[in-house]
């Protein structure tokens, strides 16, 4: 069984910077792609960031050159760093992986941005 733990969420001023992480266990093959994904309140999910196991990234429009996205496969984690973060980047975040042609999800961690 495929599990994610995320941690790192927390409440940010304006500008400010933040790191999340999200721990993958219950796997033996390598992860292919890696995730994250949020959902303000009221809006549907969308895509942040991905990143294949080949190193490969894309981004969704509104955070390039903002958030970074980056993963340890000998840790089995995935990482994204927020920085110049902004009120609408409020949500819950949520890592995704794709794992033998099936797609896991962590449980969601809170960014709350304060102006």
């Known amino acids: 069984q495929v599990r994610l733990v995320e941690s790192g969420g927390g409440l940010v001023h304006t500008g400010g910077s933040l790191r999340l992480s999200c721990a993958a266990s219950?796997?033996?093959?390598?992860?292919?792609?890696m995730a994250w994904y949020r959902q303000a309140p009221g809006k549907q999910r969308e895509l942040v960031a991905t990143?294949?196991?080949?190193?490969?990234?894309n981004y969704s429009d509104s955070v390039k050159a903002r958030f970074t996205i980056s993963r340890d496969n000998a840790k089995k984690t995935v990482y994204l760093q927020m920085n110049s973060l902004k009120p609408e980047d409020t949500a819950v975040y949520y890592c995704?992986?794709?794992?033998?042609?099936?797609?896991?999800w962590g449980q969601g961690t809170q960014i709350t941005v304060s102006s």
């Open positions: 995704k992986v794709n794992y033998r042609g099936n797609d896991y």
């Open positions: 219950g796997t033996i093959l390598p992860i292919s792609v």
């Open positions: 990143e294949t196991s080949r190193g490969v990234t």
